[in-house]
């Protein structure tokens, strides 16, 4: 790859650390992830998965105790020092592990996130009902009752519907924390293809406990243990019969982990 | 970016800006409200106090108010202010009544939370809810129109209006608090420690003298405190039924008066800014003080079982 | 293999027994609301009437009904609660949604639980010092609601707060997620979620605040008023008026020679006014948990 059409940087991750209270669970970390492609996180539990992830959005401003050093970069801008939280976090659609439909209509679940934002045409609201649900593969299943409690939807029926409210508020990044954990092969599979498509748009970043998706789907793969990077690269060389550290190999081969 | 979408951020932009200030108006708002809760407590303390404060440093003997027991505010020759016949007036009320309440409010909070079903500890709960309805004043015209004639006739006594007369209506008063709140407590006894003894073979009676009274103490504690504290600042139903006699009580069966009661008596009869006016002020700070008193230590003894959690 | 050995039977008999002696406990409270309720309505039951409840009280309180006695209290419970539900709802959403675990608080909360401690007799004396006297505002409907409103507050926000902190924090999170503001994530989600848990908690105190005596006594409350009968709007906030439970307090312990119905009479009507707000509210708590959302 030449340094003319090099990747761009989106997402920045520069010397990050993360405390609760007196106790460390991110140790200082850097990386980058570029524009456009899918971004696998792996680890065991416990690795700090998930709090990275809320770095990134700055939700884990909403934990008391948790303190931030280092910094987080979205398009070279630095977010913890961004004055305007809300346009950063509706930059980045976030998925959480377990789905949550909140408790509106269908319909409003989707139209949330850009009402805040202050959008009232209607026909601008149901256009992007449609797209959001269609991208997130719901569209069909849920067409003629958009008016029924998001809550009342199956369990991986609500996770796309969080998928799908994730994208109304087009965002630049998506970062989706272990998102199959709750729904089944099948879905998943579709899920899968559905990021495949959108990676043409946007940025993904995809936490996974599943070694496998990641391999499936991500350009290049950070291995996160303890709070600290073991390797991050390209698939090739990650998933490889030679990583660069040994621990990879073993945790992608399921020796432990 | 596209057209629509430059108009679309246009738009957010705008209406941004414009919620942004009605948000941080509502924020504040709110915050005041919560900071509200302080200021009215300060406030009671201070507007009672400010009522009271001339004559408690300029004129009252407290030790002689607090310790003698003779309560001639509107004698013409010799004015005395001792409140020790009241404060012991209060305090045999709310023994007494609690030596009523606590096992029969305990007893309750354990049969709801582990002897019955699920629709037997509905209804229960709901008659725990309605009892704690009936207003107090309610409760005093049952002392006196009900309970004096019965009391007179089943002991035998003069005055159906003493001690006794207030103390159950005060054990019946405190009795939904202990209910409620000791059945919580019993309930945040982790259902691993029942299972575990059932496991072993216990019954549940020996599940409740041996596992649930021990974890569940602090709660319970608390519970009679705020029976206790309850006890000690209710005013009409001791008004109306313990008799009203500055008095202090030989047996149970006497007529006594209380340090609300004499509030609540007297207040209109003495003229605004005397010193029977500001006297009565300054047993409204100690009660204050004491109920204070009590329920902090209430708070104290649930936030201890919170923190051990 | 299960043999019933003298050793189990007895500690069968001594779990029945357990249960028997709690269960004796537990109706030692029942069966006083239920004697106490039949024996007033029973004594009652002469004078009660829909005139009863529509004509002023005559001749020095003997005859004559209590309109001006009940529509004094639908004042008071109205103007209180109109003063005490919005800062108590918002306390408890402070208290819940915004506070951080700092001193400040620890404070309002250790101020929240001593406000519901503090007797009603001194907040009658506040009442008379700040409101009456300090503000200015004299004896009225208006001072009186004022106290009876600081009283009810601690309530307000203790259940208020049980209602939003039964709106799980997923909810939350997943509006922050997608870049809701606080209060925005208050007003579509908490709120609405809660708002029948608040309301139940505030109809609560409609039946509290009908009840209060002492407070009212020497903030507002007079012995006797003549008023319109019929007319809703008769009484000016910056009136005195009467008040159900204060009249049930001077008709039983200053006025001679009523009738003997008629206390019981008055009792019965605060009474099922109270017990009728109660009933409301705990069947609306029902209701609604038959039909959560989540």
């Known amino acids: 790859m030449n340094q003319a059409t090099a990747p761009r940087k989106k997402v920045e991750v520069c010397d990050l650390r993360l405390s609760y209270g007196a106790k460390e669970i991110i140790h200082g970390i850097s990386f980058e992830v570029y524009e456009h492609e899918i971004f696998g996180v792996i680890g065991p539990a416990q690795s700090g998965k998930t709090s990275l992830l809320r770095c990134i959005n700055r939700t884990i401003e909403f934990t008391p105790e948790a303190k931030t050093r280092g910094a987080v970069k979205v398009d070279g801008k630095d977010v913890t020092k961004s004055r305007n939280v809300y346009e950063l976090r509706r930059k980045i659609g976030m998925v959480a592990p377990l789905p949550v439909g909140l408790p509106l209509t269908i319909y409003d679940n989707v139209t949330f996130a850009p009402r805040a934002a202050g959008v009232r045409d209607r026909d601008e609201l149901d256009e992007l009902v449609e797209r959001c649900l269609r991208q997130a593969a719901l569209w069909d299943e849920v067409k003629d009752r958009l008016d029924c409690l998001g809550t009342k939807l199956s369990g991986g029926q609500q996770q796309r519907l969080t998928i799908a409210r994730a994208l109304s508020h087009k965002p630049e990044v998506l970062c989706l924390d272990e998102f199959s954990i709750a729904i089944d092969p099948v879905t998943t599979m579709r899920i899968e293809d559905v990021l495949k498509e959108l990676s043409k748009e946007m940025t993904i970043i995809l936490v996974t406990n599943l070694v496998q998706q990641a391999r499936r789907l991500a350009q290049r793969t950070l291995f996160l243990w303890n709070g600290r990077i073991e390797e991050v690269g390209g698939n090739e060389i990650v998933f490889s019969e030679t990583p660069k550290s040994r621990k990879t190999y073993e945790y992608v081969r399921g020796i432990f982990g | ?309 | 293999m299960f043999v019933t050995t003298p050793f189990v039977r007895q500690k069968e008999r001594r779990e029945l027994f357990a249960k028997i002696f709690f269960g004796l406990m537990a109706a030692a409270m029942v069966l006083p609301l239920v004697l106490i309720l039949t024996h007033l309505v029973y004594q009652a039951w002469p004078l009660l009437s829909w005139e009863f409840l529509s004509t002023n009280p005559t001749n020095g309180m003997r005859r004559g009904g209590i309109w001006s006695a009940i529509l004094g209290t639908i004042y008071l419970v109205g103007l209180s609660l109109f003063v005490s539900a919005p800062i108590g709802v918002f306390a408890a959403v402070y208290l819940n949604e915004y506070a951080r675990d700092n001193w400040l608080t620890r404070i309002i909360n250790l101020a929240v639980v001593n406000l519901a401690g503090v007797p009603s007799i001194v907040h009658a004396l506040f009442g008379l010092g700040a409101f009456v006297l300090f503000a200015g505002i004299g004896r009225s409907i208006l001072a009186a609601s004022l106290t009876l409103a600081i009283m009810t507050l601690p309530v307000i926000i203790a259940s208020t707060k049980e209602a939003l902190g039964a709106v799980p924090r997923s909810f939350r999170e997943a509006c922050w997620n997608l870049g809701a503001t606080r209060w925005q994530t208050i007003r579509r989600i908490v709120l609405p979620n809660s708002i029948s848990g608040i309301l139940t908690g505030v109809i609560l105190q409609v039946s509290r605040t009908a009840g209060e005596t002492a407070p009212v006594m020497f903030t507002g409350a007079v012995f006797f008023k003549k008023i319109e009968e019929g007319e809703l709007f008769a009484y000016a906030i910056t009136d005195q008026c009467m008040a159900l439970s204060m009249h049930l307090y001077t008709v039983t312990t200053q006025v001679t020679n009523t009738p003997e119905a008629l206390p019981y009479a008055i009792a019965v009507v605060l009474l099922a006014t109270v017990l009728l707000v109660n009933a409301v509210s705990i069947s609306i708590r029902v209701y609604i948990r038959s039909r959560k959302k989540w």
């Open chain 2, 1 to 309: 970016m596209t057209r629509i979408g430059r108009r679309r951020a246009e738009v957010w932009f705008r209406r941004l800006s414009w919620s942004r200030i009605g948000e941080a108006v509502i924020e504040n708002l709110i915050r005041l409200c919560g900071i509200s809760a302080v200021l009215f407590v300060f406030g009671i303390f201070l507007f009672v106090f400010r009522e009271g404060a001339g004559f408690l440093f300029d004129g009252l003997d407290i030790e002689k108010f607090l310790f003698t027991t003779e309560w001639y505010p509107t004698s013409r020759s010799n004015v005395r202010y001792g409140v020790g016949a009241l404060i012991v007036g209060t305090f045999s009320v709310t023994v007494l009544a609690m030596a009523i309440a606590v096992p029969f409010g305990l007893g309750a909070a354990i049969f709801v939370s582990e002897f019955c079903g699920k629709k037997l500890r509905e209804a229960l709960k709901i008659v725990i809810e309605l009892l704690a309805a009936i207003p107090s004043v309610v409760w005093g015209f049952i002392g006196l129109s009900v309970m004096n004639p019965l009391i007179q006739k089943v002991f035998n006594v003069p005055i159906g209006l003493n001690v006794f007369n207030g103390a159950i209506l005060l054990a019946l008063m405190s009795v939904p608090i202990m209910v409620s709140i000791g059945e919580d407590a019993l309930k945040a006894v982790p259902d691993a420690y029942r299972e575990a003894a059932l496991a072993l073979g216990a019954t549940r009676w020996q599940i409740v003298y041996r596992v649930l009274l021990p974890a569940g103490k602090n709660g319970l504690l608390a519970a009679v405190l705020l029976g206790v504290g309850r006890a000690v600042g209710e005013t009409m139903a001791v008004l109306m039924a313990t008799g009203h006699a500055v008095n202090i009580p030989r047996t149970i069966f006497d007529p006594v008066r209380t340090l609300t009661a004499t509030i609540a008596a007297e207040l209109g009869e003495a003229p605004v800014g005397s010193d029977h006016y500001q006297v009565l002020f300054i047993i409204g700070i100690l009660l204050f003080s004491i109920t204070f008193a009590v329920n902090l230590t209430a708070d104290l003894v649930v936030k201890g079982i919170r923190k051990k959690q």
